[in-house]
């Protein structure tokens, strides 16, 4: 079998695709992944696995381990609010896009694409087929309503997730089923 050197591609059954350097088959040298959702991640590499990397969200937010001060409790802007200023009065933000998506009536906004409960099937934003939706989710978020619902033996589960939760500034009024 015959393994790569030098700079190769390799795009994972998840979608996400990694250019760069390679040796005996393995990133080695500079690389990066490219995830479906428009995030990356640029990496030095050795033997597979990362030494020194940085990540960026696909709307260019890049990820800081130390000092980071994007959507903490003393600054809950969206990230498109630090790069645009406040709306004024009145004309808040209440997602990061200006203007929110349009949520279909009766579904739930998953963060890749809307989740319609009856047919429990989750397409993508442009409409196209992702994939079925699991058993058990653990919890639908939905933007509109900015509501929480939670399967009963998952509650603790969820309430030591919100006690840590910093990464997600909501409407004026947050409701949870549980």
């Not at 800081?64 to 790069?83: A, H, M, P």
């Not at 808040?92 to 203007?99: A, E, R, V, Y």
């Not at 694409?113 to 989710?137: E, Q």
């Amino acid at each position: 079998m015959e393994r790569t050197d030098g700079f190769g591609e390799y795009t994972f059954p998840t979608g996400t695709k990694y250019e760069g350097e390679m040796k005996d088959g393995m990133f080695h040298g500079k690389g990066v992944l490219f995830f479906p959702n428009g995030n990356k991640y640029e990496a030095i590499w050795e033997n597979g696995i990362a030494k020194q990397g940085s990540f960026t969200y696909k709307d260019g937010l890049q990820y800081q381990s130390k000092d980071w001060d994007y959507c903490v409790g003393q600054d809950r802007r969206f990230y498109s609010e630090r790069c645009n200023g406040l709306r004024p009065a009145g004309k808040s933000q209440l997602t990061d896009l200006h203007p929110p998506r349009v949520i279909p009536d009766g579904c739930y906004d998953c963060g890749d694409g809307f989740y319609d409960p009856l047919t429990r099937v989750i397409t993508s934003y442009s409409g196209g087929f992702l994939r079925n939706a699991g058993k058990n989710p653990l919890f639908i978020c939905d933007l509109k309503l900015t509501q929480f619902t939670v399967q009963t033996e998952q509650r603790t589960l969820l309430l030591s997730w919100l006690r840590h939760l910093s990464v997600f500034k909501m409407g004026s009024a947050v409701k949870f089923y549980i």
